[in-house]
């Protein structure tokens, strides 16, 4: 058991894990960038997110939105599918469902994610639908 665990759920100390990619390494596969930017969420950590975001979407990140994100509660991670995103992929998608607390009300984010890779480097791209949701009992 980990002093530290890392956010994402991977099972590995934050050190060992996310905090690798949020330090300038790259994240090998788009599971592991998925990951780090879940984790890059509950730390506040902007600067990460706009890095790993595809450069198309940099010049139109939506301050507001992004603000509410950074200000929930996340809770859980749970990654329900992935769909190529390896190391030697050039795309990926990522179905994952993060739990959050908002208004004191648990809620679940699902999305399924699409990765794709810019200059070697694995970049979010887009997501192909989302749906925010009451956690069930």
């Known amino acids: 058991m980990s002093d530290h665990p890392c956010p994402c759920a991977s099972g590995l100390d934050y050190q060992a894990c996310c905090a690798v990619w949020h330090l300038g390494g790259s994240a090998p596969t788009a599971e592991a960038l998925m990951r780090s930017r879940y984790c890059a969420f509950i730390r506040k950590d902007v600067p990460y997110l706009i890095r790993t975001s595809h450069p198309l979407l940099r010049a139109k990140v939506d301050v ?5 994100s950074l200000s929930l509660e996340w809770c859980g991670l749970v990654v329900v599918a992935v769909a190529g995103g390896g190391p030697d992929d050039l795309a ?43 956690a069930s009992a």
């Not at 507001?64 to 509410?68: P, T, Y």
């Open 64 to 68: 507001r939105q992004l603000r509410q």
């Open 92 to 134: 990926g998608e990522v179905h994952f469902r993060a739990r959050f607390r908002h208004a004191g009300k648990e809620q679940v984010h699902e999305e399924r994610s699409r990765f794709v890779r810019v200059d070697g480097e694995w970049v979010y791209r887009d997501d192909r639908g989302t749906l925010n949701r009451a």
